[in-house]
């Protein structure tokens, strides 16, 4: 049977969404996709490239499944006391995508009686990449929500604790601040910025393909490669000595623990 959505928020990760879910239109069928959103040239945008229907806080459509996507400062508490008298928890079942907002957050306000999905996509989800870490509430489960999250990547249904961890564990922009310095290494080393960008992208993807091959832990491969007195283990021992991998997990931590004091900061 085809979905009915109903979106509240059309910010850029909605618009994501939505755009991987017209796109697997063929695996996916939606009957109906409204958008409640407060800026009137982001839903004519959303209405002009995916055909959604806007709605308004006093819209009742008999949704399948309701997604949460404003940002956390924004005021919760009047969004999820509206859903919570619009819609029916016997028919409808609540996805969350506010960062930081847990599920006991989300049930003080709408009750006991909705399943709950809780979830940050992953940015790459225009991609074949990208797992996103899912909680669900007593009252959900898997069957209510996984044909609709399968359209933006890689749902993992894990304990709630360990959802902020993963969103703060998997933004890619970790891996595009390496491939920005690694460029500039190749710059400064005297390569053309063209022929290092080439480079570095292909190393980093051929590099993780490998991995993936071989399928063991990167020490194992770092063994094989580091010589004595050789290229790679020069090279380590400068990263090393730099604080390389201390850096990168303080920026994972840092992140980690910003996505729950979103949650704390939230209205």
Do not use: C, W
């Not at 958008?35 to 209405?47: F, G, K, M, N, Y």
């Not at 970790?174 to 005297?190: E, P």
């Amino acid at each position: 049977m085809a979905a009915t959505l109903y979106f509240i928020g059309g910010g850029n990760m909605v618009t994501a969404i939505i755009e991987a879910i017209r796109k697997n239109s063929a695996n996916y069928a939606v009957d109906a996709l409204h958008v409640q959103e407060i800026s009137q040239q982001r839903i004519e945008d959303l209405q002009q490239r995916f055909a959604v229907t806007a709605a308004d806080p006093s819209s009742t459509p008999d949704a399948d499944i309701v997604i949460i996507g404003i940002r956390p400062q924004d005021d919760l508490t009047t969004v999820l006391n509206s859903v919570a008298q619009r819609f029916d928890p016997a028919r409808t079942t609540i996805v969350s995508i506010v960062a930081g907002y847990t599920i006991a957050q989300l049930e003080e306000h709408l009750g006991h009686d909705f399943g709950i999905a809780r979830i940050i996509p992953n940015t790459l989800t225009t991609t074949d990449y990208g797992y996103s870490g899912v909680a669900l509430n007593e009252r959900a489960t898997t069957e209510d929500v996984d044909a609709f999250l399968r359209n933006f990547g890689k749902p993992l249904y894990v304990e709630e604790r360990l959802i902020d961890v993963i969103t703060g564990f998997y933004p890619p922009n970790l891996v595009y601040h390496f491939i920005d310095a690694y460029v500039d290494a190749g710059v400064l080393a005297g390569l053309p910025r063209d022929i290092a960008k080439a480079i570095a992208l292909d190393t980093v993807i051929g590099g993780t393909e490998f991995l993936k091959q071989k399928d063991v832990l990167p020490q194992v491969l770092l063994n094989i490669n580091n010589s004595p007195g050789g290229v790679g283990i020069t090279q380590a021992y400068t990263l090393n000595k730099a604080g390389f991998a201390a850096a990168v997990q303080s920026a994972v931590l840092a992140a980690v623990n910003r996505t729950t004091a979103l949650g704390r900061e939230a209205h």
